[in-house]
């Protein structure tokens, strides 16, 4: 029974064409990639990652991956509070506090792990947990499973999130996004911040798509707008985005950091990444922390497709970021955009419910330091050309 319970639910997801397949890689990550696959085969100009600084695939970053590897091994062995804590983890952690501007930071396996753990330890029961309505999963699921009164605020907007933290709670803690994953756009921290304090609640900053983008030497939307510890007591980042690793951490004091350490489950109880990822990702810090070159030119190929895509029809959010969303709306219509942009050799992220709300199914288009000017102008030309063959249905059927 239950067998065909799954089966008929599979079925649903794919007659609303909201049924997702994995694409299988056969090439490193970068702005050109191959797949292998029997629905996907072929070259890609790729505009689908969140590699923004192009170092997944850097030749410094791989070789501090290898070297580390042929001395200290692939595996870390344990969690980190037995024996799987190793120096280059800890190097990283001491590294990450300076560039953060934080006492110290912390470590995770995931995003998903440092989001969890910290709304996780931090709140429970008489406490409140104010969300943005936009933000990550991860931290979604970590106001919920906290036991804490959970409340999501309209996005970005302050009246909405000022009342939502008159509600009463023991601790108050507000949780965002510094940049949001499916607009592109960018939490209003300097506003949040004041409101928060009004509240005498904390905020905790997901800055995972700002980090190496952002800021003077790339420490993210806090350097950009100068924000200390003590303004955003609880930063978390991830080194699956512009750093090209794996991996996530959590930076702020001495307390809050002995705090997870102490108590935090997916922390205590997971095995440690390997240390070759740590040195991987220290290498690519020192890149970041010398990388202004490479977030000039990334701003540059970031208006080149503003330009050029704003003279066409499609919907075109408000973002300054490498993520720029094009709202096609209805998830049939998006979807062939999509296909004829691949059969054109491009890809893009095809995101659709629940990812996103209902009626707001999107082409992702994510822009890199790796990619070229040419490389932009062959997609903007081929997003006309869809756009003349293609938004006219989409909007027939909005309208239906």
Known sequence: MIEQELKQALAERARQSLYRNRKVMASAQGSDVSLSSQAHDGEFINFASNDYLGLANHPDVTKAFVDSANKF?????????????????????????????????????????????????????????????????????????????????????????????????????????????????????????????????????????????????????????????????????????????????????????????????????????????????????????????LREKLQSLIQLFRTRVSALEFDLMESNTAIQPLVIGDEQSMLNIAEFLKANGILVGAIRPPTVPKGTARLRITLTAAHTPEQVEKLTDLLAQACDQFCSQANESLTE
């Open 73 to 293: 091994g692939v595996g870390s062995g344990a969690s980190h509070l037995v024996i799987g804590h190793h120096q280059e983890h800890h190097l990283l952690e001491q590294e990450l506090a300076e560039f953060t501007g934080r006492a110290r930071a912390l470590v995770f396996s995931n995003g998903y792990a440092a989001n969890l753990s910290c709304l996780n330890v931090l709140l429970g029961q008489g406490d409140l947990v104010a969300e943005d309505k936009l933000n990550h999963a991860s931290l979604l699921d970590g106001g919920l499973s906290s036991g804490a009164k959970f409340r999501r605020y309209i996005h970005n907007d302050i009246t909405s999130l000022d009342k939502t933290l008159s509600l009463p709670g023991n601790r108050k803690i507000v949780v965002t996004d510094g940049v949001f994953s499916m607009d592109g756009d960018c939490a209003p921290l300097a506003d949040i911040i004041t409101t928060a304090k009004n509240h005498d609640a904390w905020l905790m900053v997901d800055d995972a798509h700002g980090f190496g983008v952002l800021g003077k030497t790339g420490a993210g939307l806090c350097e950009q707008l100068q924000l200390s510890e003590q303004q955003v007591p609880i930063l978390v980042g991830t080194f699956g985005k512009a750093f090209g690793t794996y991996g996530a951490f959590v930076a702020g004091s001495e307390t809050l950091i002995e705090t997870l350490i102490q108590f935090a489950r997916p922390y205590i109880y997971s095995t440690a990444l390997p240390p070759a990822i740590a040195a991987a990702t220290r290498q690519s810090l020192k890149i970041i922390q010398h990388g202004a070159e």
